[in-house]
């Protein structure tokens, strides 16, 4: 019998690449499956800290219950199982090889979500949960670690290793596994002991909203039961209390995913995911695929402001901030001007004359108020639209680039530098594409001569 934190060179007909990673039930692997010619992630149970037989069991009763589960799932923000099997006593499952980002190393990172990104990627999640619903499986482990950003901007979530099937036939959950997930985000019910439902999903899919939306944890402490005494009796401040720029609309929608009683968050999925899309339609430029601008490194949920700032700061492109350096110094510089002239006019002295001034022709001077700023023109307007959409495109193309779609990353650049010549990043960026473009292609082993 193998150990699964041994990297073996085949698993079946697998041919196993590397390790890249390892979840509360295995290790998962990068494979190559030979005769579909595809590369796949493998997933198997870890065998050392199995204690004994009965343990033994129940793992495997439960990593067989995660591929039925999840196998009849076919859903685009879920991830796809294409096999399941048996190999020399150890079970694994054969999924699809994802290529992107986890929203626990973006948090991790200190990465700030602009609200309707973070929207966009709850949303998805919430179709995908509202789906698995419908099919009677329940997650029970939503976390940042468990949603995955692609590189082209879907959202996938990921290990149902610990889904409960509510359908018929299906034998209920054990005591042993009343309370199976991450600290933070278990709903209260489940703390209390009561059957898990999809509501609780919902509930761990608020904390996860939280996060993304505040850079803080809703419910803290340092243990388990600190934790878990939170969830259980204190009330967090809505998310604006941390961001006071956020859409009020957002603080209910939260709020109500983290509601203690079962009944009183969204009665399903599906409703979360159209409250969602309907707040989405007052946002503009929502794409995923441009989330590769990390702040500076720091533990998750970082509470202190001066950093918090820093990182909005960051997050923001170069064109922006030096817009908004821009606009502030004309504020200052009109604002001081203003007080300048002010001060000029109250010291006005009247022109000695060789007429006798009485008390009643004694002269006066009267303050003539400023003149309001004229509205932005049209064509002020125009200007600022082009260069939001260059900015946009032009972090497009690089998200590209970095992720070797040089196809893509091209013809961003090149829209870029069409509407902006002197654009030197999109130019290096565009020069580099090019150079991958025209390089010449490997030739695969097996096909040909070598």
Known sequence: ??????????????????????GSMGMVYKAFDPIIERTVAIKVLRLPVLADRREYADYLRRFYVEARAAGRLSHPNIVAIHDVGDWDGVPYIVMEFLEGTTLQTYLRRNMVFPWPEATEVVRQVAEALGYAHRNGVLHRDIKPANIMIL???????????????????????????????????IAPEVLEGKPYQPASDIFSLGVVFYQLLTLER????????????????TTPPPPSHYEAALPPILDTIVMRMLARSPGDRYISAEALAQDLKRVLTSAVDVD???????????PAGETDPW???????????????????????????????????????????????????????RPTVSEVPPRPS????EALRKQEALRREIDRRFQLGKNYCMNRLYVRCRDEMEWVLRQAPDHAEARRYLEQALQHLEAPKPRRPGKGTE
């Open 1 to 22: 019998m193998h150990r699964a934190s041994e990297m073996p060179s085949r698993i079946g007909r697998y041919q196993v690449q590397a390790i890249v990673g390892t």
């Open 151 to 185: 590189t082209d901007g879907r959202v996938k979530v990921m290990d149902f290793g610990v889904a409960l099937m509510a359908g018929p036939g299906m034998e209920a959950v054990g005591a042993s596994e009343a309370i199976v997930g991450t600290p933070y985000y």
């Open 218 to 233: 809703p419910f803290k402490g340092d243990t388990f039961q600190s934790v878990a005494y939170a969830i259980l009796h």
């Open 288 to 298: 995923l695929s441009r989330l590769d601008r990390p702040a500076a490194p720091g």
């Open 307 to 361: 950093r918090r700032l820093w990182t909005r700061w960051q997050a923001w492109s170069p064109l922006w901030r030096w817009g908004l350096v821009g606009a502030l110094a004309v504020g200052i510089l009109g604002a001081a001007t203003w007080v300048f002239h002010r001060q000029e006019a109250g010291n006005v002295r009247p022109v000695p004359s060789s007429a006798p001034v009485g008390p009643a022709t």
């Open 374 to 377: 004229p509205p932005p023109s």
